[in-house]
């Protein structure tokens, strides 16, 4: 659910991982992050891509990887 809410917040995967850091982490993305999330995303887009998946549900799958990944990130999982 949470890719959806990033996916219908904006098309922009900037304005996206901006957004998805800002709810998640309570902060804004650095421009490292930003770079990292968008060549995710790039990644994940061409192995779908490859992998023989449609072109409707790259961009959702995609998604659905970055957000998995940022779930699985130490800022998230333990309080400072």
Known sequence: RFAERLRS?????TVR?????????ARAAQ???IAAGKAFLASAARQLREDGMNAAQIDT???HA??????RLNEFVYLD
Do not use: G, N
């Open 66 to 71: 970055y957000v998995r990944a940022l779930f």
């Open 17 to 25: 991982i901006q957004r998805a850091y800002e709810l998640l982490f």
């Open 9 to 13: 917040f904006s098309s922009d995967d």
């Open 31 to 33: 421009a490292d992050e």
């Open 61 to 63: 799958e995609s998604q």
